[in-house]
């Protein structure tokens, strides 16, 4: 019983310490290295990237949740930190360009068949 | 039909020139101006040669207080350090030394060659406590007032230009 105990309770611990590994890997992968030619800060071994990894590290650690981290980061050092730029109001224009593109695409598309078959009809 | 084409594919080609203009001419230097007008983290950091912390908090006791991000090993910090000495001569500015990941004797050995115009010494030997100012490499100075807003951020040595600004920020 004891031994079984043993198993669980580190088991248990194994599951949660990978499980914070990847969060603060995943979390690494978002954030840019400022100081570095567009690396991130997993990819960096700056000075700047190890002192960010440290920080995150011990973040995750005590709980914080990605958007906790992404908040305090963005907070300290601005949005340019984050390789994922949130949808804030000056960042609009930047979401949704794409959307309004492929809209107005398939509307000239649109049009354009549609004359062309009333044209050969 | 074709003019309608030859115009939007004209204003397609305009709005791409503009928006590659408009991003060269951009400057792609990185910095915190961004923090300009926020308020300060309050946190605590370790006295340099003494036990114990100090409280960012105590600088609402100032008229103005000037956190400056230095160490021994850093070459722009010395070249600066004049400056912070001929600013500690303002009665209504106080200067707080970060030292930034440094060796206590190496930096002792600093101030006592170039002077020293901390009123306060605080030190952050893993760097990781002034992730909390949004630094990311030193010498970097930040201007705050006593309602702990953030006046100015000076990435880099300071020059004889910010000195002059300061002096008349301080003066007002």
């Known amino acids: 019983m004891r031994i079984l105990s043993f198993i669980i309770i580190q088991l248990f611990i194994i599951t949660i310490s990978y499980g914070n590994e990847s969060k603060t890997y995943e979390i690494l992968k978002n954030l840019r290295c400022l100081v570095c ?32 981290i992404y908040y305090f980061l963005s907070d300290k050092y601005g949005d340019w930190i984050l390789f994922n730029t949130p949808l804030k109001k000056n960042s609009y224009f930047l979401w949704f360009m794409p959307y309004i593109l492929f809209i107005l695409g398939g509307a000239i598309l649109y049009i354009v068949i549609k004359k ?5 009809k | 039909m074709k003019k309608k084409y030859l115009v939007i594919i004209y204003s397609i080609a305009i709005f791409v020139f503009v928006v590659l203009y408009l991003s060269l001419n951009k400057n792609n230097v990185y910095t915190t101006q961004e923090n300009i007008g926020k308020k300060i983290s309050v946190i ?21 207080t000037l956190l400056n991000f230095w160490a021994s090993w850093c070459g722009p910090c010395r070249k600066e350090h004049k400056y912070l000495v001929e600013l500690s001569s303002n009665s209504n500015l106080k200067i707080i030394g970060v030292n930034f990941k440094d060796d206590k004797k190496n930096a002792m050995e600093f ?31 930040i201007l705050i007032n006593k309602d702990l807003k953030i006046l100015k951020k000076y990435v880099g040595p300071l020059s004889t230009k910010d000195v002059r600004e300061i002096q008349r920020i301080v003066k007002k």
């Open chain 2, 44 to 64: 605590q950091l370790d006295y340099f040669d003494k036990p114990g912390e100090f409280n960012i908090q105590e600088i609402s006791n100032f008229n103005f």
């Open chain 1, 37 to 68: 030619q567009g690396q991130t800060i997993s990819d960096s071994n700056s000075d700047f990237a190890l002192t960010i990894k440290e920080v995150v590290t011990e973040k995750v650690n005590e709980g914080l949740s990605r958007k906790e």
């Open chain 1, 116 to 120: 062309r078959t009333e044209k050969i």
């Open chain 2, 111 to 141: 101030l006592k060659e170039m002077g020293n115009p901390f009123f306060i010494l605080t030190k952050d030997p893993e760097g990781k406590k002034s992730v909390n100012f949004g630094i990311y490499g030193i010498p970097e100075t």
